[in-house]
Every structure is written in C-alpha cells, then in structure tokens.
C-alpha cells in the first residue's frame, strides 16, 4: 500500500473498544508518516471509556477507583488536551491526513480553528448552528457539543474529534476527577447547563450516518481538490505492531513519590499546567521534574525531553535549560510558553522552603497556592500581606452569618479561629459571599493600595478563576480547604451566586502555621523571610 495524495479513504469502522480505537489511530498514523498508508477519515464509536490528554497525569483527571469497578478502560489517546468519559453515545472521528500547503507553518491553535470551522460547516447542515471556543470546543449558545484535538509524526496530522449524540451525565461526573459521586439533582441540573447533545439540539436523536454525511461533505469542500472515495476497509487493513493503549503505555505517569515531591499548579492561556518536582535540596540539583496538563504542543513528547533534560541539573541553570530543550526541538507551545514553565517549576521550588521553614508536612504545603505580580516566594507575600479573606462555605450552615460578610468568633467553626489570627495582626478580614462580591473586593483592595493577602479557596477555584487572581495585580497566599466544594458537588452556579449549601472546613494547622510569618500592621521590625 502506497500513498496517494489524491485518495482518502472514508472508513466507518463501528462501535469497539476504546482501546481497539486508539490502536487504529496510532498504527495509521505511524505508517501514514512512512508514506505506507493513504489519508483516512475514520468515524467510529467506543464502548465506555475515559480517556485522557497524551500529557495528564491520570491520577488527577479520574476517579480510578470507579472506572476500574465498572469496567471503564482507562486510555491515552496520543493528542493533547483534556479529559473525556466516551460511550456509545458519543460520535468520534479521527482524520489522518498529509498536513496540506495552508498548513504547513500553521500554529496548533490556527489548524484547531479550522478543523473547527470544517465540523461547524457540517452541523450547519444538520441545521445546528456552532461557535468555536478556545482552545479546541464547539459550543452552542455557550455549551459545549464537541471537542477536537491534535497530534503529528512528521508532517503527518492526527485530528481526532468527539461530538455528543446523547450522553450519560451522571455516569461522566462519576468518571472525571472534578466532579464527585455525591451527586444532587442540582448538580446534575449544574453540568446539564455546560453541555449540550445533538439529541437536544435536533430534539431527535439523528441517525449516525445522517451526521457522517454532512460532515463528510463540510471536509470534501474544504479539501477540494482532493478525491475523497469512500471504501469498507477489511479487517486485514489494520493489522500491524501491537501497541499498549493504557493510560500508562505511551506515557508513565507521576513516578515521583508523594512524600518526596512539591506540586504546583498554574493556569495558562492554553490549559492547566502541573509540575511534580523532587530536588536534592543540600545540592540544590533537580532529581526528578515531571509535567502534565490539558495542553496541546509539539513536538509531542516535548513535555517528555524537558523532564529528562531537568534530571540531575542545578537549580540555576533551569532557565537556559527549557530554552535550549525548546529551541533544539523546534517546540511550538499552544496558550502557554517557556515563562509558564518557569513559573511552574518555581512554585514548587519555594514550596520546598516553605515546607522546612513553616515545619509543613509535604502535603500542607502542596495545598497551598502562592501567586502573582513579580512573585518572589511565600515569604515575601506573607511578609506583605495586609488582608485577610475568608469562603462563606467554610461557615457551618446554621449560621446566620454564613451569607454575610463578617464573624462574632463564637467558637464553633474555624472561620472564628481565622478571624482572631487576622485579629492579633491588625488585618482586616472579609468574608466572601459569591463571586461577584471577590471581584469587588480585589478591586477595592487594589484601588486602596493593598500590597499582598492571605486567602482560602480550594484547588479547582483557583484553576476555574485564576484569571481573575491574576488580574487583580496582587501577589497571594492561597490555602486549600477540604470538605465539600461546590466543583465537587458540580454546584458552581450555587457557589458563584453565594447559595451553595454544603460546608468545606480550613485547615487551622496550616493557618495558624502560616499567620506566624504575617507581620502586625505597621510593624515592619517584625517582617520574616523564608
């Protein structure tokens, strides 16, 4: 078999495993880079499975536990980007293609956008009318239908695509990390309102071939002149090199151990960048970096070269290190660049000061999140810090203080303890009541000239609205609390209007360990570094 620039074979391959799916793909694309097989666009459905980012760390993307009792296979497809529960109910696509001349010095982002464009074209004919949202979903009316996703060998292209026909809802939140088995109607009625099926959109459920024919058509048009010809494949076809498609074949995931390593997360244009890092802290040497993210960047295994070129290096020379890595390998970052990995990896660097000097254990300190401005350390925020601001979820929801901002410090929960902290350093304490109420109270503490504060929220909140930490120009020392979260319970609309329910709980070990290094307002004799 020989390639044909003119041919593309159109291949509707049926429900199978995910993994069978996965193998496909990969097998064609490695022998479509070696000029063995002609372009192919294969539609085909999967049996249920969760299916990750070529650069996620699987632990903090799946509920593992569940996915292993209910026989969800667990997968990597070899794209970036985020994770996904697929079944039956979902129509996927994966096009393998010689990159086209438009192509060819087109960024990740540009050729996401246009294959994009080519699936909006064709839903248009189904008259479902789409918008492109960055960096690789298709919405209708602000909720999300499909998601593309992109790999290469050589000039080899890899475009995998998943459009929801129906979906399990609750089977989905059951799988990915984010959201919990405690599910509630709410919350259920919460995700609902973030995605949409074509079953909806149609209002019936469309044939699979109806929906392959448009699509079909959209990409013949935006191909043309090429000859598409549809054909049925044999089995024989795809037969070749065994691959391993578990979440852990292409790509080994978090080897560094919890109790040795610091983590640190940053959002970046692009996806959420993670960094797990173990150093050798008497010789300041890296022993071990590792990365993962919902992100998309080529060459494919960047992420992969970067690690092993920061194994065993000086701290000092981290910097000319991912520039030599990126240069070297021609990389192309989508959303984020070599300052997002520096930052990343200097996160959890400081951590492992703030560990030794506030007598952490390892993981307090990865639960917290220190940001923002020309960040320089948690000791130099906590030296700076002036506010304090408190999650209204962290009060009990018997008290009638909980939608309001402030405390009598009765003793009964820990947002009292957290007040008289703030209370023996002079620093002002809100109680924040929703979003709305956080946007104004970092524009007031800007506007007022505040230099730095001390906060709590959990993980997910500071990934879902990092942008507005950011923008408020105010370095932070942010704490993670446990318990009940509105991400977890998918009550993010209950939380962002201040009636979310369910109570976290702060942790006052770390509070009361972290405070010690906050200054008494107007006593700078008693600034500490760490």
């Known amino acids: 078999m020989t390639q044909d620039d003119t041919l593309v074979w159109v291949w509707d391959s049926g429900l199978r495993s995910g993994s069978e799916n996965l193998a496909i793909d990969r097998l064609w694309l490695r022998q479509h880079a070696r000029g063995k097989r002609p372009d192919l666009l294969r539609f085909y459905r999967s049996l ?9 760390a699987v632990d903090r993307e799946l509920r593992l536990d569940y996915c292993h009792n209910h026989g969800i296979e667990v997968l990597r497809r070899p794209c970036g980007g985020g994770a996904l529960y697929v079944d039956q109910n979902q129509l996927a696509f994966s096009l393998i293609i010689r990159s086209p001349s438009v192509w060819q010095d087109a960024a990740i982002g540009a050729i996401l956008a246009h294959v994009a464009e080519i699936l909006a074209a064709g839903l248009a004919g189904l008259g479902v009318r789409t918008t492109f949202k960055d960096p690789n979903d298709l919405e209708v009316e602000g909720r999300k239908l499909a998601s593309i ?3 290469n060998e050589g000039d080899t292209l890899l475009l995998q695509g998943v459009l929801l026909l129906d979906l399990d809802i609750r089977r989905m939140l059951k799988t990915l990390r984010v959201p919990t088995e405690k599910l509630s109607p709410s919350g259920l009625d919460s995700a609902r309102g973030r995605l949409i099926t074509l079953r909806q959109c149609l209002g019936r459920m469309p044939e699979a071939g109806e929906v392959q024919r448009h699509l079909l058509t959209a990409m013949q048009e935006a191909f043309n002149p090429r000859l ?4 049925k494949l044999m089995e024989s076809a795809v037969t070749g090199e065994p691959t391993d498609e578990s979440a852990h074949g292409f790509r080994i995931d978090w080897r560094a151990q919890r109790d040795e390593a610091m ?3 940053w959002r970046t244009a692009g996806g959420v960048l ?3 890092l173990v150093l050798d802290e008497q010789a300041q040497i890296i022993k071990q970096a590792e990365f993962a993210g919902d992100l998309h960047c080529r060459p494919l295994d960047l992420l992969e070269r970067l690690q092993d070129a920061l194994t065993d290096l000086p701290l000092p020379l981290i910097d000319r290190c991912l520039v030599h890595v990126a240069q070297r390998s021609c990389a192309e970052l989508s959303g984020f660049g070599i300052e997002d990995l520096r930052r990343v990896l200097q996160l959890a660097i400081d951590k492992f000061d703030m560990r030794r000097q506030m007598g952490l254990s390892a993981a307090q300190a990865n639960g917290v999140m220190c940001f923002g401005g020309e960040y320089s350390g948690a000791g ?5 810090a002036q506010v304090m601001l408190v999650p209204y979820c962290a009060k009990p929801p018997w008290c009638k203080w909980r939608h309001q901002d402030g405390c009598t410090e009765c003793g009964l929960c820990e947002v009292g303890e957290a007040y008289r902290l703030a209370r023996e350093r002079g620093m002002p304490v809100t109680s ?10 970092l524009a007031r503490m800007k506007s007022e ?9 959990c993980s997910n909140f500071f990934i879902k609205r990092h942008r507005a930490f950011r923008e408020a120009g105010m370095p932070a020392l942010l704490l993670d609390i446990s318990g009940s979260n509105c991400y977890e319970l998918q009550q993010e609309d209950q939380a962002y209007a201040g009636t979310f329910q369910a109570r976290a709980y702060l942790d006052l070990d770390v509070l009361h360990k972290v405070m010690r290094f906050v200054p008494q307002q107007g006593r700078s004799s008693l600034k500490k570094e760490i």
């Open 274 to 276: 993670r960094t797990r």
């Open 449 to 457: 000239g505040v230099q730095a504060y001390v906060g709590m929220c």
């Open 432 to 441: 924040i009541t929703n979003y709305e109420h956080l946007l104004a109270t």
């Open 149 to 151: 996703f992109l790999a």
């Open 263 to 265: 983590e640190a997360i």
């Open 380 to 384: 130099a925020v906590l030296a700076q």
């Open 48 to 56: 249920p499975c969760a299916v990750v980012g070529h650069h996620q």
């Open 228 to 231: 598409w010809t549809t054909v």
